[in-house]
């Protein structure tokens, strides 16, 4: 391991350098590339001096106890080295963690799309209720939510919703969400009080900036509409909503929600950009599912992940068998919890497909 952390000091030292030189401070891109590794690096090393020094420790008291010529040192010898013992053992494993390969995409802000499964209106609810959820959970991490566009269902709720998250480690967080939700319970418009079971599906996109996906634009037929459903202030009278259509893939984004034909221009292609390196990142996943199977995050976003039954008050994650008797808290974006069980275990495959790396 302290060869490990040598490797690392040594681009760590690297990183210090590049980030003084003026060439670098003038390319941000590059520079806030370098500035992340050094902040990540930095974590590393400083755990790393923490883990030496406990060695330094644990050697010194070894060498009084061998000596044991003063039998008051040696009894003081005898509490450093159990205190160095049981602190190497918690370093080692606290930079076991910190050395596992970091996603790049984990630091990104996410696009993500909410639509209605199975269950018809009641599923419209429910994907409402997702986005709630969601919402909350997000404000509560100091998060930025901002709707790109939306469908709402006859009956409340969303057909479909899609919203831009920004923050810190965004990706790393919500990537745990993406694939189907279940909700099991007595929807509003049933008489007979029999629980119906219906469906929603999370996608979340890593937002990709325009270094990560080449967009073509001649490939990109933009169509200038006005838009539809609650507006004011001319919003529905000027043709600001937007419509691309990316003709290779097939691929349509719509965006209307801001009053301005540039603002929702913009967006759109943000969602485009998303869903373009998406299927990119599909591509990596499942080679590297070759190497790896993730229970976790396989990126299978047609896979049942999650179930919400409201007569039991029970949420259940299907790729953990976690249980949880909190739906009311859950539901109201309390999903923590969840989510750091979730990286416990993708934390410990991890772990696993990288011992030899140690």
Not at 55 to 62: R, T
Not at 221 to 250: C, F, W
Not at 311 to 332: A, P
Not at 341 to 356: P, R
């Amino acid at each position: 391991m302290l060869e490990k952390i040598q490797i690392i000091k040594q681009r760590f030292d690297e990183v210090n350098d590049l980030i003084i030189q003026p060439d670098i401070i003038s390319d941000q891109q590059r520079y806030t590339k370098l500035m992340k590794e050094y902040k990540d690096l930095k974590l590393i090393v400083d755990k790393g001096e923490e883990y030496k020094e406990a060695l330094d420790n644990k050697s010194e008291a070894e060498e009084i106890l061998a000596d044991g010529s003063d039998a008051e040192m040696v009894e003081m010898a005898k509490m450093q080295l159990d205190e160095a013992k049981e602190s190497i053992e918690k370093l080692e494993g606290e930079i076991r963690f910190m050395l596992i390969p970091k996603d790049p995409d984990d630091a990104k802000n996410v696009v993500v799309e909410i639509r209605a499964g199975t269950g018809g209106d009641e599923a419209s609810i429910f994907a409402g209720d997702l986005y709630r959820m969601y919402s909350k959970y997000c404000s509560d991490k100091g998060w930025k939510v901002d709707v790109v566009s939306t469908s709402e269902g006859t009956s409340g709720g969303f057909k479909e919703i899609i919203f831009e998250v920004s923050g810190e480690d965004v990706y790393g967080t919500l990537k745990f969400e993406a694939g189907v939700h279940r909700v099991q319970r007595v929807p509003q418009t049933e008489t007979q009080g029999r629980v119906h079971t219906s469906a929603a599906t999370v996608m979340v996109l890593p937002e990709a900036e325009e270094f990560d996906v080449e967009l073509d634009m001649t490939e990109v037929r933009i169509e200038r509409t006005t838009s539809t459903g609650p507006g004011g202030q001319s919003v529905n009278t000027t043709y600001s909503a937007i419509k691309l259509h990316h003709e290779p893939t097939g691929m349509i984004v719509s965006c209307q929600d801001q009053k301005s034909s540039h603002k929702n221009l913009e967006k759109a292609l943000k969602v485009l950009r998303s869903r373009l390196y998406e299927i990119e990142l599909a591509k990596k996943q499942a080679a590297d599912s070759a190497k790896r199977k993730s229970m976790v995050s396989s990126g299978d976003r047609s896979a049942k992940i999650r179930t919400y039954n409201y007569s039991q008050g029970r949420v259940t994650d299907h790729r953990i068998g976690l249980t949880l008797y909190d739906l009311s808290n859950i539901i109201d974006g309390d999903i923590q919890k969840i989510i750091d069980e979730l990286m416990l275990a993708e934390n410990t495959e991890l772990l696993k497909a990288n011992d030899d790396v140690i």
